[in-house]
């Protein structure tokens, strides 16, 4: 059984029993979602369908930092394959680091983490990978006792050790717990793991022991009941552990040493008075307890699978911020965030508080892609994906990060000589690195004979030089060496041969040269 962020793959249920669409109205809504046109990538040294993006809000006011995304389509009936791609962004869009992944295999929750590595969840492989920063796998993280780990949430501790979710799938004789549940349900569980840096587990909680099936908001007749869908872990500030589980509407917090439940807030079993807030967070994601106390997640908004504003009105997702009083237990919602218009997305999405005070919003499985605001709520930068391969397939991002981040790649920066209106146009650029302030260019009839003929400064991801024709008549190699803000040399991209070489056959003697 595939599980894709809780929801059971179409090809394994009838369309109308994902996500527990049980209406006749539901079993004909289609998934609705904000269009957005397609289009081939500008840049010459990144691949043809790398992801169209558009900063619909240009940056002011923002955090110190990166982006991270991970993009794949969202389709649920499984009619495209996905094409994913890890990003690294800068404020104009421009990529910083990309890695297009094999088709057909959405990888998540790609971020750094407090140790200076880059995490992201294989959802085919049911693994975690730990790159370095040259972008070099370190670690794969398989989950131990038989499970097979998630994909929503990693945390790698200051110990290092590494804490995750399992989705645990067992045959339940519903008919014993709800009228008219099935005898021979499969029912996914909630399971928390934590290894060691040599594998061993050290902590194992599951919610089979301590949560009710009951106490999901889910359809209990359905022949697979996803009845937690954990979504996030947080270590709390005491060392015990935050929980977010979509389908309990619930936030718990758990004793890290012994496993016991030390709260629940929202849903059935909720133990909270909320205050000053005019509605309950629902299907919620990414619950966070912030440096002041707060607690801060993105709520939803009561999403199920072909919700649509334009016909479901009053449904919206926000940032929300509560205090805890965990004595007295009372939830005061102090701060939300709404977009204008509202954004509504039932799957997906997060929030995280940035250093300078500023929300980092990803939206999830809708448009626009992520926000960033202000303390007072106006907006410092907003940025949005490209249109998915189909209308409803969206193109998107689990989540959304900003993070300063500092990448050393191991591989070379890439060159790519171009013939264009009888001049030779070099195009370059170095995926991955940072910190980097122009490039040294060189050409060359051989390799031995090399002259620097132009300094780029840096401006983009990819930089541009023209040869004019009456100088390129000169030289057949070229080559870019990155020079860094101080003011050191990096890998050079190594000789690359002009078109107008190669096509005069004049590559065999120079390539045999440039070896």
Known sequence: MAIFFGFVRAQEMPVNEIQGETSAA?????????????????????????????????????AEGL?????????????????????????????????KMPAGNPLIDFKPQPDGTLTYADFQNNQIYVLDNTYTLVRTITAKNGFKADNHEVLVLPDGNVLYMIYDARTVDMSAIAPGGLPNATVLG??????????NVTFEWQSWDHIPITDTNQDLTLPVIDYAHGNSIDVDSDGNLLVSSRHLDEVTKINHQTGEIMWRLGGKANQFTFLNDSRPFIKQHSARRLDNGHLLLFDNGDGQLGDDPATTPGRYSRAAEYALDELNLTATLVWEYRNTPDTYSFAMGNAQRLPNGNTFIGWGSTY???SEVLPGGAKAFELTLGAGPQPNIPLVSYRAFRF??????AEPPILMPQAENGATVLYYSWNGATDIASYRVEAASTPDAGQTIATQDKSGFEERTVIADADAQQYCLYRVTPIDTAGAAQRSSGWQMAQRCIKQRLYLPLMAAAE
Do not use: K
């Open 368 to 370: 626009p892609t992520l």
């Open 67 to 99: 982006i991270f995304l991970s993009t794949f389509y969202f389709d649920l009936r499984n009619q495209v394959p996905s094409q994913p791609y890890l990003l690294i962004l800068d404020n104009t869009g421009e990529p910083v680091f990309y890695r």
């Open 190 to 199: 909630l399971v928390l793991q934590e290894q060691d840096p040599a594998g």
């Open 404 to 409: 300063p981040w500092q990448g050393f790649p």
């Open 26 to 62: 539901r079993q004909q809504a289609p998934i609705t979602f904000p269009q957005r046109s397609q289009s081939l990538s500008s840049y010459v040294t990144a691949p043809a369908d790398f992801p169209e993006i558009t900063v619909s809000m240009p940056a002011s006011g923002t």
